[in-house]
Nanobody, 120 residues
Framework: QVQLVESGGGLVQAGGSLRLSCAAS????????MAWFRQAPGKEREFVAA??????SYADSVKGRFTISRENAKNMVYLQMNSLKPEDTAVYYC???????????????WGQGTQVTVSS
């Protein structure tokens, strides 16, 4: 099991940047697929990005704007978000799982979420 705590959300103008962080507990952090999902009001939770070892995966809507990275020695995963758009507004969740996938069902551990609001 791994516990996850996100931070770094906030309010930003369109075109701006934010960096989300996720701190994980557990001694086998490097073995987990780490992912970011987001959920806007009235919408389903959607995949944003995932990373395991040297493999990363991104949703088409964020490719070229968002970058996922991880520091296994510090049990940290990050989401650098650039060129933010109002449609990026959502609660962003960090998740951990044992297989890389783009649906929430692949992930067994979740953080509490952090709000990102992009104003136009």
């Amino acid at each position: 099991q791994v516990q996850l705590v996100e931070s770094g959300g906030g309010l930003v103008q369109a075109g701006g940047s934010l960096r989300l962080s996720c701190a994980a507990s557990g001694r086998t952090f490097s073995d987990y697929v780490m992912a970011w999902f987001r959920q806007a009001p009235g919408k389903e939770r959607e995949f944003v990005a995932a990373a395991i070892r040297w493999t990363t995966s991104y949703a088409d809507s964020v490719k070229g704007r968002f970058t996922i990275s991880r520091e296994n020695a510090k049990n940290m995963v990050y989401l650098q978000m650039n060129s933010l758009k109002p449609e990026d507004t959502a609660v962003y969740y960090c998740a951990a799982g044992v297989r890389l996938g783009t649906t929430p069902a692949y992930y067994t551990n979740w953080g509490q979420g952090t709000q990102v609001t992009v104003s136009s």
